[in-house]
Each structure stands twice: as structure tokens, then as C-alpha cells.
């Protein structure tokens, strides 16, 4: 084990490594000591270590030069190309972390639509350099429990949910929009009823109703009720069945507006005075990383009126 150990072990240091190659680069002793900031005796004895430690001679002296031998000539060879690989990591390792001293982790709840993400990121980091942002699948379900549970640090989510340990701040207001195939019956309408939709195939993400959507503000009220065929747990996933003609839906109009606007469902006014939902996004009491982040989304969201503007 110990000799196995040993041969992973190099014998050279990068110093070795640097005076090998300054040595091939400049024509003489002097010359090759002066790009390395040491005088000629200290390069000298820099090579004669590197000959001891390797037990080899390395360069035969003649005319006070060095003349390479062959195991000279193979080693500088392959410190060029450690040192230039070398280089290139550390550059490309500072470029990676930059100026970022913090991570604040991010997730929006039930839906996975982040088209505005990328130009958010920009305007985090004019704001906030310090700071980076993780986009988090963790929390795509209950997103506030995983903040107080540490697995998320901000969640942007629907509705008022009041926690003792999370501070939430208002982002936008959006409305649900009854979605469905292009040739569907119900998609020339620009508003949906109940009555309309006693008995249309209907896809949900949860069958638990919940007092602001479409179940408690429409269904229940003009107890008219669709035909569940479906329950898929992925809103995304909805927008592609229903594309497909195999059902209709009732979705956040700001996490679909690509699928809408591209003709690939059609979209109408859910009830005839509309369900809007308010947005907020919650952190902890805390975190002041957080805080500074949901500030960000908060003047994100008025510039643009929701997260994709």
C-alpha cells in the first residue's frame, strides 16, 4: 500500500516544474532566472534538487548553458502542458465564483416555468454581485413549508399563507384562465362558466379544493362540475395534454402565457368576473440574504406586472 501510495505522490514541486520550462524558453541561465523573478545561483540550485528528488541527471553543462537530456526534454514537454492547464483553472475558477460570497435558493410552487429566470439572474447580479441564485426543484410543492423547513430560502407562491417564522411580501396579481384545445368547443369563448362546463373533460393538478381557485369560486357556486379524468401533478405536463385534445384545464395564465400566445391551447376568462390570484414570495425572519433577494423580485414584478412580464 505504502509503495502504491508513494507513486501517485510527484516528486516535483511546481517550482521544479516552472524552472524546467523557463530554462527551455530562454536561451540561457540568466535569462531563464530573470523571467522567474530569482537570481541564476537560486535557479541553479532549483535544478540540481529537482535532479536529486528524481535521482536522474536532467541538463549537462557545457559552455554555461544547460543542455536538456532526453528525460529533460520529456518532463518540460509535460510541465508546459500542466502548467497551461494549471492557469487555465485557476482563471476559470475565479470567473466561476467572482465576486459571489452567498447562495440564496429559489423555487416557485406547483409550477416549473422559468422563461424569465435568465433575465432575472441579470438583474440580481447588477444589483447584487455578492449574491447567487439557485434555482431549487425542492420546493415546486409546498414551497412555503420548505422555507421553514431550510430547504428553500425563498419561495414564490400563491395566496396569503401567514407563518409565524416566514415574512412574505405582495409580487403580483394573476389570473386563472380555462384552457383548452384550439378546436375544443369552449375555446372560441372568451369567458367560461359553470354551465359551460357541466360534464367537459377536465384535467387538475390536485383534487383538494382550495378556497380561491376555480373549485370554491366557480364549480361549487353554480354547482355545475367538469368530468375529472385526470389528475397529473405537473402543470406542464396539463398544458401538453390539453394540447394534445385529451382534456381541459384551469391554469395561472403567467406560467403558461408561451403555450397561450403560440396557439398551442386557448385561453378564456374563468367566470364572468374572472379569479385573479395574488403572488407573494416568503423567507424567513432571518435570513437578510433572502430579504434582499425578495426586494428584487418585488421591483421585478412592478416593472413587469408578474414574473414574465
Known amino acids: 500500500m505504502n509503495g502504491a501510495h508513494q507513486s501517485l505522490t510527484p516528486l516535483l514541486e511546481i517550482a521544479h516544474l516552472e524552472a ?76 466561476m465564483t467572482g465576486s459571489v ?32 441564485l439557485q434555482v431549487s426543484s425542492a420546493g415546486s410543492e409546498q414551497a412555503t413549508a420548505q422555507v421553514e423547513a431550510n430547504t428553500v430560502d425563498v419561495a414564490i407562491a400563491p395566496g396569503d399563507r401567514p407563518s409565524i417564522r416566514l415574512e412574505d411580501r405582495f409580487l403580483f396579481r394573476d389570473e386563472l384562465v380555462f384552457i383548452s384545445h384550439p378546436d375544443h368547443p369552449l375555446a372560441s369563448r372568451d369567458v367560461v362558466t359553470g354551465s359551460d362546463i357541466e360534464g367537459v373533460e377536465f384535467i387538475t393538478y390536485t383534487r383538494t379544493p382550495e378556497p380561491d381557485r376555480e373549485f370554491a369560486r366557480l364549480f361549487r357556486p353554480s354547482n355545475h362540475y367538469p368530468a375529472w379524468i385526470e389528475t397529473v401533478e405537473l402543470p406542464e405536463a396539463i398544458v401538453e395534454m390539453v394540447a394534445a385534445g385529451l382534456g381541459t384545464s384551469v391554469l395561472a395564465r403567467w ?13 378564456g376568462k374563468v367566470g364572468a368576473d374572472g379569479i385573479t390570484i395574488p403572488w407573494h414570495a416568503f423567507h424567513r425572519r432571518d435570513d437578510d440574504d433572502a430579504r434582499a433577494v425578495v426586494g428584487q423580485l418585488v421591483e421585478w414584478c412592478a416593472r413587469h406586472g408578474s414574473l414574465t412580464g
Do not use: C, M
Open 255 to 267: 406560467a403558461i402565457e408561451d403555450a397561450i400566445t403560440s396557439g398551442r391551447v386557448a385561453a
Open 101 to 132: 460570497q452567498r447562495i440564496v435558493r429559489i423555487a416557485v410552487d406547483t409550477y416549473r416555468s422559468y422563461r424569465w429566470l435568465p433575465d432575472f439572474v441579470r438583474f440580481v447580479r447588477a444589483e447584487i454581485p455578492e449574491i447567487e
Open 20 to 95: 524546467l520550462v523557463a530554462i527551455d524558453q530562454n536561451r540561457g541561465l540568466a535569462e531563464a532566472a530573470g523571467t522567474l523573478n530569482i537570481t541564476p545561483s537560486a535557479l541553479s540550485h532549483r535544478v540540481k534538487e529537482a535532479e536529486r528528488r528524481l535521482g536522474i541527471p536532467l541538463f549537462a553543462r557545457a559552455h554555461r548553458r544547460l543542455e536538456p537530456t532526453a528525460a529533460a526534454a520529456y518532463l518540460t514537454t509535460t510541465a508546459t502542458r500542466l502548467l497551461e492547464e494549471l492557469t487555465r483553472a485557476e482563471a476559470d475558477s475565479r470567473r
